[in-house]
């Protein structure tokens, strides 16, 4: 294990031991991400026999919290991944395990594990207090024997889905949002097997992720056209003399506004190699592995491949590791000769990582889509701060941004060439319905409604809530005006639903000008409902104090309101 310090200046420092690290471990797949939203990337790392769980101690240090998380050990571990799968704002971790095999020999085909032992993959939820509890068995995604895995909502339903690969090939576990995932197949049975790596990426600017893989058998790498997340088919590459291919992932080295492919294999006689595929748009993908000098690069035993743009100059560079060898740094010279944008992002109610974010970049006539993962290739995981090729765009026209729970957000007119952090707004995705009235200049906002009356909200698995049939809005007097000879209220649809009434009624509550009247309301998502009646409340007062669950004083914020 080794943890390498970016000094800015294109050097790194080897801080392993002053970070609490061990570099005598042996490890095998990394994930990162904030899995307890306090601010600093933690660290999940995969061992033959165990899987580490680090936490950032925000000092240059990391605190070995595996058994205080509740990890078992079990093995042999491969890849890890971190992954909001219930879209609740915390990242879950998802071990993938395999079985013994031998490693790859020159000349030889790569020979397949025999019915071994085998302990399963294992999906364990995080429960937002520094502990995971174990949901394999109640979603359903342990699966065969396996190498890698990716979090992506490939079917566009906004629920993660995962992509898993294992000696049989690739598989779908499709997030239904609540009980076991079903697994699919989606391809043709002539896709090669085994696999190895996954990257996924919108090719063809269709708002729909493909899929590559790299395989242990020829081609080596394949790439996989979505359907409209029905099935998926083929796409011509350029060919390899590859017998097997390990890391890949997608990148745009020129920043033309077309992702490209990237990938590392090996030849029959065991020379590793890597090749780079760019994307001709319409006119499909062209080998320009000679052209970028890549060709130049003597690999041996070449596995995982990570993209990055380490000096921030806005040209993706490229890393990549050997089996028992030095890992290899490539430096993109002029990819950043078109215009650019590079995008962090923070979520605010989502994990602090965005892992799980969908990206759409639109700039002119180019719409790009994107999605930020806790684990691509083959054993690794990308940076999670987005380089986004312009062409010859100066700006990008809008970002927009889904976050996990569903909420949206648009950035209009970024300027390109340079780095822009969005933070995620402070909204839901959907909530309740809201009613205006005309104050005679202008609609007022009253308030929102029918927040009990929702049908089908989701309270526990198998459980959903009793709609509240009816509601009390109390609208004050003096925000009432005629418009043209009647009083006048819009109900509006800001959010995510829509909104069904069978009555409206307007109640008038004369009382004395001393008093306060307010309708007998509050929150009950199931019965019984509060009967109607009308509070009559004298000489209110503002609150004592407010804190709210983490002892801060919220008063000032509600007195505003």
Same mark, same amino acid.
């Given at each position: ?125 995080? $429960? ?27 079917? $566009? ?128 993908? &062209? ?7 890549? /060709? ?35 430096? $993109?010279?002029?990819?950043?000769? $078109? ?128 709609? +509240? ?8 007097? &003096?925000?009432?005006?005629? &418009? ?18 069978? +009555? ?9 000008? /001393? ?47």
């Amino acid at each position: 294990m080794a943890l390498y310090r970016n000094l800015g200046s294109g050097k790194y420092e080897d801080v392993t031991k002053k970070a609490g690290l061990d570099p005598a471990l042996h490890a095998i797949g990394c994930t990162v991400g904030d899995y307890d939203n306090d601010g600093a990337a933690d660290l999940a790392v995969s061992l033959k026999d165990r899987v580490l769980l680090l936490h950032n101690q925000k000092n240059g240090r990391f605190h070995d919290v595996t058994q205080s998380a509740g990890f078992r050990n079990a093995g042999p571990n491969v890849g890890v991944t971190f992954v909001d799968y219930d879209h609740d704002g915390d990242l879950d971790l998802y071990v993938i395990r395999s079985q013994e095999a031998p490693a790859p020999r020159p000349r030889e085909p790569i020979s397949l594990p025999s019915d071994n032992a085998w302990s399963g993959n294992v999906m364990w939820r995080n $429960n937002g207090d520094g502990t995971f509890t174990d949901v394999t068995q109640d979603i359903g995604v342990y699966a065969d024997p396996s190498v890698s895995a990716v979090g992506t909502d490939y079917n $566009n339903d906004r629920a993660v889905d995962i992509v898993l690969i294992d000696w049989k090939g690739p598989t779908i576990f499709e997030n239904p949002r609540e009980g076991k995932f079903p697994a699919r197949t989606p391809w043709p049975p002539n896709v090669p097997h085994p696999s190895a790596g996954i990257a996924v990426l919108d090719f063809n600017h269709d708002a729909w992720m493909d899929i590559a893989f790299t395989h242990s058998a020829p081609p080596g790498l394949t790439l996989w056209r979505n359907n409209n997340g029905k099935t998926f088919e083929p796409v011509a590459l350029p060919a390899t003399d590859w017998v097997r291919g390990w890391g890949v992932a997608a990148i745009d080295y020129d920043n033309d506004g077309w992702v490209d492919l990237v990938a590392v294999g090996e030849t029959k006689d065991g020379k590793g190699g890597i090749r780079l595929f760019r994307n001709l748009g319409p006119d499909g993908f &062209k080998d320009v592995t000679a052209e970028a000098g890549l /060709d130049k690069v003597q690999l041996k035993d070449p596995r995982a491949l990570i993209t990055a743009d380490y000096d921030g100059d806005g040209a993706t560079d490229l890393l990549i590791t050997q089996n028992h060898g030095p890992v290899v740094l490539l430096h $993109n010279e002029g990819g950043n000769q $078109n215009h650019w944008l590079r995008l962090a992002l923070k979520g605010l109610n989502d994990n602090k990582s965005a892992i799980g974010t969908k990206v759409e970049v639109f700039a002119e006539a180019n719409r790009q889509k994107f999605e930020i993962y806790g684990s691509s290739g083959y054993l690794g995981q990308n940076s999670t701060e987005l380089v986004v090729g312009l062409g010859q765009a100066k700006e990008a026209d809008v970002v927009r941004m889904l976050w996990p729970t569903g909420v949206l957000q648009d950035e209009i007119q970024i300027a390109g060439n340079r780095e822009q952090s969005f933070t995620e707004i402070d909204r839901r995705g959907s909530s309740c319905p809201t009613l205006f009235a005309w104050d005679g200049t202008h609609y007022q906002l009253i308030g929102d409604m029918l927040g009990a009356g929702v049908v089908g909200h989701w309270i526990a698995p198998g459980e959903r809530n009793i709609p +509240r049939p009816e509601e009390y809005i109390k609208v004050d007097r &003096k925000l009432l005006r005629e &418009k043209d000879g009647k009083l006048s209220f819009r109900f509006m649809e800001p959010l995510e639903e829509s909104v069904y009434l069978d +009555r409206v009624q307007l109640l008038a509550i004369d009382h004395p000008a /001393d008093l306060d009247v307010y309708p007998n309301e509050y929150f009950a998502s199931n019965p019984p409902y509060p009967p109607f009646k009308v509070v009559v409340s004298q000489n209110a007062k503002a609150p004592a104090g407010a804190w709210d669950d983490r002892g801060h004083d919220v008063l000032p914020d509600l007195l505003k309101h």
